[in-house]
C-alpha cells in the first residue's frame, strides 16, 4: 500500500515562490516496486490537470504552463518529492495533489494502479 502526504500550500502574492512536498508511506511488501511520481493541481470548477511528472529514474516534464517556473525532484532514499514554484500567477491557484504510479507495472509484482494524497491548497493573490 502507498500513502501519500502533501504539504507546503499557503498563501502567496503574485511572483511569489513555494515548495511543495510529498511524503510517500509505503508498506514493505510494496517497496519492490518502483513509482512514477508526479503532481497535479485542480482549480475550483475546473478538472484536475497534469502540472509535472518525475519518473523512478529522474526523468522529468512539464505542463506547458508551469514549464520554466516550475521543478520537479525527488529523493528515493527518504521517500519525499518537491515542486518548487516559482513566479507564481493567481492562475497557478488550485489545490495540488500528489500522484504515484509503479513505473514498471507487471501483474505478478507491481500491479498496475494509482495513489493520491489529499491535496494541499495553494493561493496566489495578484
Known amino acids: 500500500q502507498v500513502q501519500l502526504e502533501e504539504s507546503g500550500g499557503g498563501s502567496v502574492q503574485a511572483g511569489g515562490s513555494l515548495r511543495l512536498s510529498c511524503a510517500a508511506a509505503?508498506?514493505?511488501?510494496?517497496?519492490?516496486?518502483?513509482?512514477?511520481m508526479s503532481w497535479h493541481r485542480q482549480a475550483p470548477g475546473k478538472g484536475r490537470e497534469f502540472v509535472s511528472r518525475i519518473t523512478a529514474d529522474g526523468t522529468t516534464n512539464y505542463a506547458d504552463s508551469v514549464n520554466g517556473r516550475f521543478a520537479i525532484s525527488r529523493d528515493n532514499a527518504k521517500k519525499l518529492m518537491w515542486l518548487e514554484m516559482n513566479n507564481l500567477k493567481p492562475e497557478d491557484t488550485a489545490m495540488y495533489y500528489c500522484?504515484?504510479?509503479?513505473?514498471?507495472?507487471?501483474?505478478?509484482?507491481?500491479?498496475?494502479?494509482?495513489?493520491w494524497g489529499q491535496g494541499t491548497q495553494v493561493t496566489v493573490s495578484s
Open positions: 500522484n504515484s504510479v509503479p513505473a514498471f507495472p507487471s501483474y505478478w509484482e507491481c500491479p498496475a494502479s494509482t495513489y
Open positions: 509505503i508498506s514493505g511488501f510494496w517497496n519492490r516496486c518502483a513509482y512514477d
